[in-house]
């Protein structure tokens, strides 16, 4: 055996050599018989898969396949092995027990008529030629056939160890711009040698570039602005003006944020979006201009300038996921970026609910009022930041604030103030929607809305019928997503004290979240099949209407573009969902010419209309934005009518 | 008993050497060795020591270690203009005191020998050594190839005169090194030559071979490695083309035209280096050839100049879906075409040009042409426009390499299944299968003049063959190991191919001899090319690096800094000689300054460090996505192409 411990560690073992012994039916070989047996056998195969390589290097691979094997023993004169064909890798298994370790290959059992009545397989595509240009001149031109002039590797690198950038400028220049004869014979004259800085010029394309995309980003031509944001979640090479578009957006929401223009910000976190998903970018260095921005329009107290009739909780949400995005690509143990997060947003639910605990010292009474001002938009924004970042984060940080969110839901919901009943409302929705799945892992059955009312406070027996609601549907529970929420949304109707109230804010929620399905997977496209039996929701195709303003009857924040209110029957309808397309918004970024709507219908006519505007809390910017002023903003935005391309 | 006798007479004939009587007679009796054996001892000196000392050894397993041990300490110890060529010594000392130890059936001791100095060797030896040391007993040398290789050839070392005579010395003065003694005499060809000893750089320059380095007399020979005088082809269609060109051009032809002019100045110069145009029979030219070599020189005198400054503009042909199926190809000469050879036996072609691929038209139809009309050879073709691409089928394994011949009426293929076939572009149909080699076939080449190809192969020949032969006209035999890749020269007088003995070897067309052996590679060669002038070589070995050799000497011009990370298999030189581009499976193709190149090996080699030369020679690299390179080419008017294939974002 100590000669199985050879350097080049491969030598069968006379234990593999029994067993092969054994199965082809030599019950017992005898030690010296079978130790010959392993030395020879190893001889022999070494000497095939030395020439073997051989036939790999004429094929020009780099990975040994069966094939090569093959010919190597014709070449010998040996026979192939037939029908061991394995496409791309061998799936060798391991299994070790008894002192004995064992390696095989999982043959699992085949049904012939499964396979001769599946449909046939596809046809493989044909092998193709296309031609595209390597090179222009001895400049490789950026463009998604070529390779990304920085590699994503090199640019973290870059971002953790800036020095590797200046220790190899020549690199640079070689990989990127053209040294032209003249700039070639400065550098070879150039006898100092100044202290190499990373290079920000941009070359008069990228700057044109960086022009036309920036307008095209926040201009008013949807189509342009979808090329655009493709433009920028494709194109390799845009690593030169990472930095110029990362001020653009962090300049433009702070602009934007002051002058509550909800139109702007949306498009400035659809850029983020697409530079996220960029495959050839590294955004590590720009974090500290894009999560300020991001969170901003998660949590900041006022987005839009009507709060209660613009859809801002489509941008929180939104940008929610985006938050959830970053952390979940760039958290490492040193940057510790999601804890970071996280305890920004708790912080916004920390406070109060401490407070509350040590039943009223004077301090802290104080402490108390300063955070009953928390915005209930800001609540909500830091809610479905937390929910973003997964159900553990909801157990540890949301659930144990309940009892004190509740109590701010159950004032502003009777309250005076429209757009803070609104804003109840949809918290509530949203706590309902995050906490559910949670809750219904921590607690056993039966589910008493007793026990509920006493651990959670106002929110208690929601949560109760919410839960019930999740167990009821297990796929829906276990998804958790966005499937859940068009399940548990019924409970709120008789639960609620204003039902209709409840059912109108509820649905600018639902929105998004049939939304969130489309980013997410644009597989489980429509809510349909897990649609609660109250609740009605159709789905219309409409053709796109010009965008029009929107309309502020009395019906506030309900917006009807299908002229079709006779799919929807009345009374026990309470929302449709206007979409044009089946396809939902699957390729909503897309290029979709028309662009598709979502929007909600409420049919409840008898609302009692909550349009006693109060008025908005006048424009207090949240932390993490610096107001500038005397920043020209951009021109009023356009009426913000459609909220689909956030898809 | 004869051969077991032979140390019982060689202790006789010492004994009666030294006169010892009685032992003699006691050993006689007791080895009952007869009398008239006895008389007729007359073993000359040299292999009475041979025997004894092989006895010796043969019982003592440990005297190999510390001989080896004892020549280390020689080599290290010696001055520095000694030390690096004597520690050429070391390896195949090495190597076969390893054989000799099993052969001796010392396993365990050859086993522990190999472990213990095996890290010691150099670098690029350790791929040899891994094959070596699967070797574990005496039945598998027989038949091992590499051990063969060893047994059955002498190492080539090369010493300065000095080097080898404190060599001598040192063999003399120790008593213990017999076995070195022994090795040296029987598997180690000394080389001597007058001069200094070479340096570290030097030595290792031109070490490499699988069996040392190649010997000066081996490249003696002249190599006529000027071009041919090119027959005076254009002056027939040049009025043709120049009418042409003022219908089409009428404003820029008197540019050109001078143009064209320089050109014709500049050739005609003989070159005392070129061979005569008759040394070997060419083809006469057709008149479609004719034509063909017009629109060349008319598409030529349009090339852009190129050079450092100003870089080609490379057009990328990506395969799709090919799957690690698509193996070589290649693009004819007026890039028109471009053919892959794939795993699944078949290979394709591709029109690159709006012009689709036609076929000929049916016997029957044929008939009806008349042949002295004019344009019999559009008419031959089927009218009606075919498809952009066109399967070839006939083969029967892999196609290792595909090739278009200069007039782009014909292709050739070789293949795994050890056969080379001839392709007619006009039926598109295999016309000819080439059978000759035993194993597969790696490469295969036209001359550049046509009707000659060459093909090398796994069985270690090369083989010169003429489309109208079914045998190959010369064998070339010499190769230690597979012949990878092949290369004909511009004049069509020389083959040049390179194998996995790591050697270029350069044979004479007429004579069918070895004129050139170049040692210097460290991995195996796959793919060499002349450049324009004839006067250069290229190399790229597996282990990505990049050699250029001179062909007047054979040695290595330089080398390039290593740059590609794994196996080169393109090289093309761009048409007006100045830029090396070369492209590997590391999915990188990079571009190098060949007039820097030969300026410094022809001028005065200057020792500058290897970060200037990386500047000074590699002009530019371009990666591609994950897609290896499998041909690189060259158009007439200097715009690089290059074939590649996707594999996939993974």
């Known amino acids: ?647 | 008993m004869g051969e077991k006798s032979a140390p019982f007479l060689a202790v006789l004939q010492l004994l009666r050497k030294y006169n010892l009587k009685g032992t003699e007679e006691i050993l006689k009796k007791e080895a009952s060795l007869s009398d008239v054996e006895c008389d007729n001892l007359d073993l000359p000196e040299v292999e009475l020591a041979n025997i004894l000392t092989a006895h010796h050894t043969e019982s003592d397993p440990y005297s190999y270690e510390c001989a080896y041990e004892s020549l280390k300490k020689f080599v290290e110890t010696s001055l520095d203009i000694y030390k690096y060529e004597l520690s050429t010594l070391l390896y195949p000392v090495f190597v076969h005191m390893y054989l000799m130890l099993i052969l001796h059936d010392h396993n365990e001791h050859a086993f522990n020998f190999m472990e213990k100095f095996r890290s010691e060797q150099e670098d690029y030896c350790q791929d040899d050594l891994k094959k070596l040391s699967i070797v574990k007993n005496k039945n598998q040398i027989k038949g091992n190839e590499l051990a063969d290789i060893y047994s059955s050839n002498k190492f080539t070392v090369q010493l300065s005169r000095d080097a080898s005579s404190q060599l001598k010395r040192y063999l003399q003065e120790q008593k213990s090194s017999t076995v070195i003694i022994n090795i040296i005499n029987k598997h180690i060809q000394l080389e001597v030559h007058d001069g200094p000893g070479r340096t570290q750089a030097q030595v290792r320059a031109t070490t490499g071979g699988v069996l040392g380095e190649a010997t000066r007399n081996e490249n003696r020979a002249k190599v006529y490695y000027g071009l041919l005088k090119e027959p005076d082809i254009h002056v027939l269609p040049l009025p043709v083309e120049d009418e042409e060109e003022v219908e089409e051009t009428p404003d820029k032809s008197k540019k050109k035209k001078a143009k064209k002019d320089n050109i014709f100045i500049k050739k005609p110069k003989s070159d005392p280096n070129a061979p005569p145009n008759d040394r070997i029979p060419l083809p006469e030219l057709k008149e479609t050839d004719k034509l063909e070599k017009g629109k060349a020189l008319r598409e030529a005198s349009k090339r852009i100049q190129l050079g450092p400054e100003s870089l080609p503009s490379i057009c990328f042909y990506t395969l799709l879906n090919s799957g690690n199926t698509a193996i070589c190809a290649d693009i004819c000469d007026d890039s028109t075409l471009l053919a892959v050879g794939f795993s699944y036996s078949v290979i394709k072609v591709w029109t690159l040009t709006p012009v689709k691929l036609r076929g000929m038209k049916s016997a029957e139809k044929l008939q009806d042409i008349d042949r002295e009309a004019g344009d019999v050879l559009v008419r031959m073709m089927e009218e009606k426009d075919r498809d952009t691409s066109r399967s070839l089928y006939g083969h029967s394994g892999p196609v290792y390499k595909v090739a278009f011949d200069p007039f782009k009426t014909l292709l050739l293929s070789c293949s795994e299944d050890s056969s080379i076939r001839l392709w007619s572009l006009q039926c598109w149909t295999c016309v000819v299968v080439y059978r000759g080699h035993v194993w597969p076939v790696w490469d295969v080449r036209w001359s550049p003049h046509g009707h000659y190809f060459a093909s090398g192969g796994h069985d270690r020949t090369a083989r010169l063959w003429a489309t109208d032969h079914h045998q190959p006209l010369r064998i070339f035999v010499g190769h230690l190991s597979d012949v990878d890749c092949i290369q004909f020269h511009p004049n069509s007088n020389y083959i040049a191919s390179g194998s996995s003995d790591r050697t270029i070897r350069v044979w004479d067309c007429l004579t069918g001899a070895q004129v050139r052996i170049m040692t210097g590679h460290k991995t195996t060669v796959f793919v060499v090319s002349f450049s324009v002038c004839g006067r250069w070589l290229a190399s790229g070995g597996s282990g990505g690096e990049v050699l250029v050799w001179d062909v007047a000497t054979g040695l290595p011009a330089t080398l390039l800094p290593p740059s590609h990370t794994a196996p080169v298999h393109a090289l093309a030189f761009s048409r007006d000689g100045t830029i090396l581009a070369s492209g590997s499976i590391d999915c990188n193709v990079k571009l190098w300054d060949f007039t820097a190149i030969t300026d410094e090996a022809t001028g005065e080699e200057v020792a500058s460090n290897n970060a200037a030369k990386e500047d000074k020679f590699l002009l530019r690299s371009y990666p591609t996505k994950n897609s290896p390179i499998k041909c690189l080419h060259f158009t007439r008017r200097n715009l690089l192409l290059a074939v590649g294939t996707y594999e996939g974002s993974s």
């Open chain 1, 1 to 647: 055996m100590g000669d199985s411990e050879y350097a080049y560690g491969t030598s069968l073992s006379v234990d593999s050599m029994k067993v092969i012994a054994e199965s082809v039916g030599v019950a017992s070989l005898a030690d010296e018989a079978a130790k010959e047996l392993a030395d020879d056998v190893t001889y022999r195969l070494k000497t095939i898969l030395q020439d073997a390589v051989k036939f790999m290097h004429h094929s020009r691979r780099q990975k040994l396949s069966i094939a090569d094997i093959d010919y190597t023993l014709k070449a010998k004169n040996n026979e192939c092995q037939y029908g061991f064909v394995q496409p791309d890798f061998v799936p060798f298994r391991f299994a070790s027990g008894g002192g004995r370790e064992l390696h095989f290959i999982e043959e699992k059992e085949i049904d012939l008529s499964e396979i001769l009545y599946a449909p046939p397989p596809k046809i493989p595509l044909d092998v193709s030629v296309r031609a595209h240009w390597l090179s222009v001149d001895g400049v490789q031109p950026t463009v998604p056939e070529n390779p990304p002039p920085l590699s994503k590797e090199v640019q973290k690198l870059e971002s953790v160890d800036p020095i590797t950038k200046l220790s190899k400028p020549t690199n640079k220049d070689a990989a990127g711009k053209p040294m032209c004869g003249k700039a070639a014979r400065l550098k070879a004259s150039e006898s100092v040698h100044v202290k190499q800085l990373a290079t920000h010029e941009l070359s008069v394309e990228q700057q044109l570039y960086y022009k036309e995309i920036t307008e095209a980003c926040v201009g008013s031509d949807e189509g342009r602005r979808a090329e655009a944001l493709q433009s920028l979640a494709c194109d390799p090479g845009l690593h030169e003006m990472l930095p110029r578009m990362c001020t653009f957006i962090s300049e433009g929401v702070k602009v934007n944020v002051v002058q509550n223009n909800l139109a702007l910000l949306i498009y400035l976190m659809r850029m983020v979006k697409a530079l996220l998903d960029n495959q050839s970018l590294y955004l590590e260095k720009y974090l500290h201009e894009l999560i300020p921005s991001v969170s901003t329009c998660i949590v900041s107290r006022q987005l839009c300038l009507r709060p209660e009739m613009d859809n801002h909780w489509a941008l929180r949400d939104f940008a929610a996921r985006l938050m959830a995005q970053i952390c979940k690509t760039f958290n490492t143990s040193t940057n510790n970026l999601q804890t970071r997060v996280t305890r920004l947003f708790a912080k916004a639910l920390q406070c109060p609910s401490q407070t509350n605990n040590e039943t009223g010292n004077g301090p802290s009474m104080a402490s108390m009022k300063e955070s009953e001002k928390t915005p209930l938009a800001s609540l909500y924004g830091a809610v479905q930041g937390l929910a973003e970042l997964g159900p553990e984060v909801v157990k540890v940080f949301i659930l144990p604030r309940v009892r004190w969110l509740g109590e701010r839901v159950e004032g502003a919901l009777s309250g005076l103030g429209g757009a803070d009943r609104l804003a109840a409302g949809n918290l509530k929705h949203q706590l309902l929607k995050v906490l559910a799945p949670v809750v219904r892992q921590l607690r056993q059955p039966p589910d008493l809305p007793e026990d509920y009312k006493r651990d959670y406070g106002y929110l208690g027996p929601s949560l109760q019928q919410a839960v019930s609601k999740v167990r009821a549907s297990p796929s829906g529970g276990g998804s958790g997503g966005a499937v859940a929420v068009v399940t548990c949304t019924p409970p709120l109707v008789p639960s609620a004290p204003s039902p209709s109230i409840i059912s109108h804010t509820a649905k600018p929620v639902e929105t998004v979240t049939s939304r969130n399905v489309v980013i997410a997977s644009p597989a489980p496209q429509s809510p349909a099949p897990s649609t609660p039996p109250p609740q009605k929701f159709v789905i219309v195709t409409s053709q796109q209407k010009p965008p029009q303003a929107q309309p502020s009857s009395s019906t506030g924040h309900i917006v009807v573009h299908s002229s079709q209110p006779t799919v929807v029957r009345s009374q026990n309808v309470q929302s449709v969902v206007v979409t044009s397309g089946p396809s939902g918004g699957a390729g909503g970024a897309g290029a979709a010419p028309p662009p598709q709507k979502v929007v909600v219908v409420g049919m409840q006519q008898p609302t009692s209309s909550s349009n006693q505007v109060s008025q908005a809390p006048v424009s207090v910017v949240t932390k993490p934005v610096f107001a500038r002023g005397g920043c020209g903003g951009p021109p009023p935005p356009p009426e913000l009518d459609d909220l689909s391309h956030l898809a």
